[in-house]
């Protein structure tokens, strides 16, 4: 099993650019989420879905926007990239809306210049 | 909305010696979960704890929730090099999605 799959690994944008980080999960989850991670901040929700079809905002959505492509993907969009947007981006998935553990990808290092 | 704080931040420790994290939210959470992430890789979940009061064990590794389920702790008995890696706190009160603490990063030198 593969999980929960990231594309892709690295990027680097310059600023102004869009791209798109994609996430398919495998395990028939119904919740995945959006997760960037900071030096010192941890890990902050961008943006979840509880289930297909829904999408949430989170603890810090401004200058995101995501779709639920259907129960396996969920996709992170950055229209304007901003230097602010230098992150680590991971995806997770869980059966349980938080009730249960969490799968996460193995990460998008972005860095925006 | 919800604050999950964790402490300390930091902690360089001799193997051998024990390691504790706290991690306390301003409200009362329906669960708590705990992740390891190595450094470079991903979180990787370690345990759920439900109940109030609940104490469970993993070989050296003891998580507690507290009573009134606001604080939750992960004491490591004599730490191993393997044990080195941020461990995360991450508590649900309301809502579907986990808000995870900042972290504690252990250091454990041979």
């Known amino acids: 099993n593969a999980g929960v799959t990231q594309t892709p690994k690295f990027q680097v944008l310059k600023t102004g650019q869009s791209m798109t980080l994609q996430c398919a999960q495998d395990?028939?989850?119904?919740?995945m989420y959006w997760y960037r991670q900071d030096p010192g901040m941890g890990l902050r929700l961008i943006y979840y879905?509880?289930?297909?079809?829904?999408?949430d905002k989170g603890e810090v959505p401004n200058g995101y926007n995501v779709s639920r492509l259907n129960k396996r993907e969920f996709s992170l969009r950055l229209e304007s990239a901003a230097p602010s947007q230098t992150s680590v981006y991971f995806c997770a998935s869980s059966g349980g809306q938080g009730y249960t553990e969490a799968f996460f990808g193995q990460g998008t290092r972005l860095t925006v210049v | 909305g919800q604050q999950v704080m964790q402490i300390p931040q930091y902690q360089h420790v001799q193997e051998g010696e024990d390691f504790t994290t706290y991690c306390n939210s301003s409200?009362?959470?329906?669960?708590i979960q705990w992740y390891k992430q190595r450094p470079g890789g991903h979180p990787v979940f370690l345990i759920q704890?439900?109940?109030?009061?609940e104490v469970k064990k993993q070989k050296r590794l003891t998580f507690q929730f507290g009573e009134a389920k606001k604080n939750s702790s992960l004491h490591i008995t004599a730490t191993q090099t393997t044990d080195v890696g941020t461990y995360f706190c991450?508590?649900?009160?309301?809502?579907?999605?986990?808000?995870f603490g900042k972290g504690t990063s252990l250091l454990v030198t041979p």
């Open positions: 879905s509880a289930s297909e079809g829904t999408t």
């Open positions: 991450a508590g649900l009160s309301s809502g579907y999605a986990l808000n």
């Open positions: 704890l439900v109940k109030s009061g």
């Open positions: 395990m028939n989850h119904n919740s």
């Open positions: 409200t009362t959470l329906s669960n």
